[in-house]
């Protein structure tokens, strides 16, 4: 199984989780997040004063699915999240070992498969 | 060594974190998130108009541990999260390379070993 | 590739980020997180009365690096994250297996190396 950490803009969680949910794959966390990434930070003005913020807000994605799956969705968060201009994000994947379902005490990678329109994840 | 990542309710956590620490693990971190999962969004109303709201909000608990404690960490944290309804989470198990305590910069995985009640844990 | 996960106090932050960034390393993710570790919870007051606090804020700190950097990484973190007090925190290491840069779609580890001071970081 992996997992899919995908540090993105805002405005692409919306696109993303409707395209993962048409292909069967309702179930994402999102935690917010900053970002540290260029060179020189932002000048904003607080009260008067200029301030260089050198963390921005951005979005982690966490997506975890079978080792089948990976590609797709790696490629809908890349399409979704894609602007060109600096600042778009990365993706990371990594393997994980085990999965637990807590409501049933399933365990293994199906609990982590597509589900049908008409099923309720868990 | 491993990292336990449950994905749960928020009043999960108190009995999870009471009991793991009775065993002599009171190393835990939470992070506020959310988490999208079920097929249809939950309508919500704010100041007379509804709102499809399409991700709710989780807890994430993590537990770093040694080998020979995963599946009581596991099993400690499915016993208390499970209510049978759809939305209890899930827990994911992956691999952990190396481990530092900050304070000492000591190396290795009896870091992570249960503590006796009068040790201090750093 | 190795994913740096570091949970320290807030004040180690910024020395943190100076650091790395002076050594080519702009790209860190930080979340605010709440730790649990001690036996004992803090007392506050709130509105008169007594509150047993549990878990205290503390931050994750998120570097994703070639597999060559990663002691530097570690050490420098190491370095201004240690007070010598119970509390500095925990450093843990673990294996990424890809990693793509969203705006160009590139995948690779050298996505993760040190940038010249003129380059524009992702």
């Known amino acids: 199984m992996k997992k899919i950490e995908a540090y993105v803009r805002h405005e ?13 794959f309702p179930s994402l966390t999102i935690t917010e997040v900053k970002g540290s990434g260029r060179q020189e930070g932002v000048v904003e003005h607080y ?27 790696v490629e809908t968060i890349l399409k ?14 990594s393997t994980v070992d085990e999965v637990y ?3 049933t005490g399933e365990e293994g990678e199906e609990i982590l498969d597509a589900h049908a ?6």
Chains 1, 2, 3 share one sequence.
């Open 117 to 122: 329109p008409w099923e309720i994840p868990a």
């Open 47 to 73: 009260r008067g004063a200029a301030v260089v913020v050198n963390v921005r807000p951005k979005l982690k994605v966490e997506v975890f699915v079978a080792d089948k799956d990976k590609s797709m969705v």
């Open 80 to 93: 979704h999240a894609r602007t060109g201009e600096v600042g778009d994000g990365k993706i990371f994947v």
């Open 12 to 24: 692409a969680f919306d696109p993303i989780r409707e395209d993962l949910l048409d292909r069967g």
């Open 101 to 103: 379902r807590v409501r």
